[in-house]
Each structure stands twice: as structure tokens, then as C-alpha cells.
């Protein structure tokens, strides 16, 4: 066992503490990662406040993490001591359904082992993520970081990242496709890096006028201010083949349907309280509204390959661990400037 700082939750109102939890040495097939950098996405706060319902406490979130392997266990072929490597939003899964088969294993049958708040398959007990110095996962749920990719920047490509790549590639975005983006966040900027260099026309939909330099500037084509307004839904209806919805709370869906041209397909990605969709925003021009959860393994190694290739990496605002609090009551802000990401060498500080 190895003794390991990280930061919980102890309750859904309480902020984030100083916590100490004990990772365990490698089984056959693990590996021990000394933890770098943990990115902190809008589902860590989410979680830990009880958005999707009750939570067991202390939970320690953090599901984009980069670090390098620190030891291996019995029989770990793909891995050695010092290698640069990430860990997303699941650590493990069945192996045996239909969708783990085929690389998808965060649709699994019987659940994704969520990286935190999740339960291990073999021992019942809950996992804790990468607020901390260390972790232990299985070989076949680790990411190599390919060289090149630097690994504060890299890591919001474990969640955030990915969570964009996917969907773009599932619902066939094509080069000189007209993308939309709505809500210019942590996924929003990686949707609009990746569509840029996928070869779209990315069009950035927010709420914040103050975004606009830095939409630009990210390589989007254009910017529209879209709020409560139904003039922005006019002016651009019938514009977009497709549109990836970040936004972290709810918002009018019909008024960004009506932006599609026919046939055109919008994501959902964020997940904020329910709102009611038209039937006639879809049938009028035979869209589709559709949902994305983050992407497998497989498929996040081509992404992190992707990125290397094509010098795609996060925008970061690099944070000490006992700033997490703050960073928090600025991301319910929409003040992500565009992903905040720890630096664990803090935790010795903290
Ligand atoms: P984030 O960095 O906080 O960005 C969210 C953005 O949403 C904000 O910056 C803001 O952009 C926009 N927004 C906020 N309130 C809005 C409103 N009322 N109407 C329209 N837009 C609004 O969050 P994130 O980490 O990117 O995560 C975004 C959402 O995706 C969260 O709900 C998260 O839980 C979810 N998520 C889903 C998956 C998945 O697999 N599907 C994976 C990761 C995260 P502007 O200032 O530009 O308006
Ligand atoms: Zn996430
Ligand atoms: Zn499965």
C-alpha cells in the first residue's frame, strides 16, 4: 500500500480538504502511477455536489489524469517504469459485453468503473481520483501520452478531449462541414480545436460577448452571442450540419435545433437539468438530437495520437490543489479560461 495526499469532498455542500488515501501496490496487470497533472472538469463538480444524485463521501474526483508509471505488476506487457501515461474517466469494465468487445467500453453492460466514485469489480471499494499524488490502474485502461504532447496540456484530452473527438468521428463530421459549438468551456474548446483540424468551419455559440477574441484565436471561423435572444436562433437557422452542445446548464434546446440545416444532427454532451424539446424542432427538417458519453480506449489513443500529429493541446489556467475551491465557483461562472489543471507538486505544499 502506498500512502497517497489528495483533496475529497466530504459532503455535497462542503469545499474539497486535504485527504490522505492509500493506493494499493500493483496486482497482475497494474500499474502504479506517480500522478503530474490531474485536469478538473465540470463533472468533478457535479459529482461531488450531488447533480445527479446522492453520493458516498470522502470522494475524491479527477478523471483527466497524466503521470508517469512508478511500477508494474506481474505479467504488464505494454508498459514500463518512467512512461508517460494517462488515465480518463474509467478505469475498468466487464471485458465481455457487446460494447467492451467493440472498444466501447464506457457503454458497458454491466457500467464503466467510473475513475472516481465508482466501485472496484473485485473488492467492492470505492474508487478515488486524480486529486492526488498517485494511482494504481490496469495496463488495458491506461493511455500512452505520445511523445511530443506536453502533459500539463495534454491532460484535458483524457476527458475533455475526447469527449469532443468522439462524436465528431461517430456522427461523420466532414472537412468543410459547418460546426457549431454551444457553450465555450473546457469541451467546448477542445470541440472547436478538433473540428478545426478535422477541417470544418466551426462557429462558436456562447453566452460571454468576452469570449469572442478568444474564440477567434482558438481557430474559430466565427462567433454569435446566443442567450435568451430568439434573433440569434433567425439569424442562423438552417446554417450548421452539426452541432455539439457543451453547455453545463440548461438552456432552450429548440432554439439551437433550429440552427441545423435538414438532416443535421446536434450532440448533447453536457448533462444539466431537463428541458423539453418540440417535436417540431426535429420533424420540420428531419434533424437529430443525439447524446455522447466521453469515448473507449481504443479510440482515445487515436485521439492522443491525433493531437500529437497535429500539435492539438488544452488551453490551461495550471492551478496549486488549494485553489480548487476557487476554481470551482469560477468554472459555475463560465470563467474557464479554458481548462483548469492541477499541478500535483503541490500537494507537497498543500
Ligand atoms: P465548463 O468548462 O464549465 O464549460 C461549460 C460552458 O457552458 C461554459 O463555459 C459556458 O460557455 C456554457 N454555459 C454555461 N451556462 C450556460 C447556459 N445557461 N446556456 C448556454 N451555455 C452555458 O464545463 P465542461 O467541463 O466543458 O463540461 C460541460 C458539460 O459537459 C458539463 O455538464 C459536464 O458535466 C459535461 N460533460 C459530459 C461528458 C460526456 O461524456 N458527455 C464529459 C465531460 C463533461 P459560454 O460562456 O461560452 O456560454
Ligand atoms: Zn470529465
Ligand atoms: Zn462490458
Redesign the pocket.
Known sequence: MHKTAAYAATSATSPLAPWTLERRAPRTGEVLIDIRYCGV???DL?TVRGDWGPMDYPLVPGHEIVGHVAAVGEGVSRYKVGDAVGVG?FVDSCRACEHCKAGEEQYCAEGMVGTYAGRDRSTGEPTQGGYSTRITVHEDYVLRIPEGLPLDRAAPLL??GI?TWSPLKHFGLKAGDELAV???????HMAVKLGVALGANVT?L???EG?RADALALGAHAFEVVGKDPAAGKKLARRFHMILD??????DYNLYLGMLKVDGTMVL????EPTLVGAGSLVMARRRLA????GGIRETQEMLDFCAANGVVSDIELIDIADINDAYER?LR?D?R??FVIDAASFGAA
Open positions: 472538469c465540470h463533472s457535479h474517466c476527458c475533455a469527449t454551444v457553450g465555450l468551456g473546457g469541451l467546448g462558436v456562447s453566452t460571454s469570449k457543451t453547455a453545463s446548464a440548461a438552456h454532451l453536457g448533462m444539466p447524446g455522447s458519453l466521453i468554472m463560465s474557464v479554458y481548462r
